[in-house]
């Protein structure tokens, strides 16, 4: 059902997102695993798929940009997003800026 899907996988480098990457690439899938700081940026099988690690900083527009921009000149297109990254370390919701609420909250990404 995957196979030859290409995907974008955010907050990739641990958890529920590597889990996601594994499983997209095992069935078939073009997996693009976006993470902030990535180990390295080697390509690897999985499967039937491929996982590509890619820098992505969902908090910063220019890395948005540029993820989106290097995914379209390599596939062309993007069949799937799976908005993963999270923010672990806030307190208390009051305390949270407009700001930082604006970079959390589901932004439409042109493509």
């Known amino acids: 059902?995957?196979?030859?899907?290409?995907?974008?996988?955010?907050?990739?480098?641990?958890?529920?997102?590597?889990?996601?990457?594994?499983?997209?690439?095992?069935s078939g899938a073009i997996v693009y695993a976006a993470m902030r700081f990535p180990k390295c940026l080697t390509e690897y099988?999985?499967?039937k798929g491929?996982?590509?690690?890619i820098r992505l900083d969902v908090c910063d527009i220019d890395?948005?940009?540029?993820?989106i921009l290097e995914i379209k000149n390599r596939q062309g297109f993007l069949d799937?997003?799976?908005?993963?990254?999270?923010?672990?370390?806030?307190?208390?919701?009051a305390a949270v800026s407009?700001?930082?609420?604006?970079?959390?909250?589901l932004q439409g990404i042109p493509f």
């Open 1 to 26: 059902m995957l196979q030859g899907k290409v995907a974008l996988i955010t907050g990739a480098s641990r958890g529920i997102g590597d889990a996601i990457c594994k499983r997209f690439s095992d």
């Open 50 to 53: 491929m996982v590509i690690p």
């Open 80 to 93: 799937i997003l799976v908005n993963n990254a999270g923010i672990t370390n806030i307190e208390r919701l």
């Open 45 to 47: 099988n999985i499967g």
């Open 98 to 105: 407009s700001c930082l609420m604006e970079n959390m909250s």
């Open 63 to 67: 890395s948005i940009k540029q993820c």
